[in-house]
T-cell receptor, first 111, second 116 residues
């Protein structure tokens, strides 16, 4: 089992819709969770961080964490074509002392 | 805030030569800096973690004598790829954190290395 799993996609949503990106992780000692956006050929850009169970909202983005289910998600409301990118889930754990990245989900927002 | 620069953005070198990549945190002091490598259509792979003033911690399988890391100050870390070979061609990205791995990491723009 991979340490951090994401569906590779592509996830295609129409402009204005809600995009839902999911991530599961295997290490129950994980305590920090991040979502990064990466455009093709560019480096990752931090979108959200979340450390405790529940929802965290920032503008059009909402991160959701459920440690019992070992699940973290990112919702993007009012999706725009400029949101089209690969979204990386990253998880930090005391057991590994590093961030483990998923392979990313490619999001396509079509007009 | 939290801007990280990286230089050069692209470099082409001949096999057997060495290449130095600089990573700077421009508007904050980075206790910890990280070096990643990303191959096409693959995820980020951590190469090493460096804390200012101490030796870098390398991930398993990463040759410390080949990838030399120096974290001389709270705003500067360098990665030197020694005796580069074509298989070292990749996208090298640094990141910096205020505290440690479990806090937000801010990435530099990356360096695309091509070894001919």
């Amino acid at each position: 089992q991979k340490e951090v799993e994401q569906n590779s996609g592509p996830l295609s949503v129409p402009e204005g819709a809600i995009a839902s990106l999911n991530c599961t992780y295997s290490d129950r000692g994980s305590q920090s969770f991040f979502w990064y956006r990466q455009y093709s050929g560019k480096s990752p850009e931090l979108i959200m961080s979340i450390y405790s169970n529940g929802d965290k909202e920032d503008g059009r983005f909402t991160a959701q964490l459920n440690k019992a289910s070992q699940y973290v998600s990112l919702l993007i409301r009012d999706s725009q074509p400029s949101d089209s990118a690969t979204y990386l889930c990253a998880v930090g754990s005391y057991n590994t002392d590093k961030l483990i990245f998923g392979t990313g989900t490619r999001l396509q927002v079509f007009p | 805030g939290a801007v990280v620069s990286q230089h050069p953005s692209r470099v082409i070198c001949k096999s057997g030569t060495s290449v130095k990549i600089e990573c700077r945190s421009l508007d904050f002091q980075a206790t910890t800096m990280f070096w990643y490598r990303q191959f096409p259509k693959k995820s980020l792979m951590l190469m090493a973690t460096s804390n200012e003033g101490s030796k870098a911690t390398y991930e398993q399988g990463v040759e410390k004598d080949k990838f030399l890391i120096n974290h001389a100050s709270l705003t500067l870390s360098t990665l030197t790829v020694t005796s580069a070979h074509p298989e070292d061609s990749s996208f090298y990205i640094c990141s910096a954190s205020f505290q440690g791995y479990d806090y937000e990491q801010y990435f530099g723009p990356g360096t695309r290395l091509t070894v001919t």
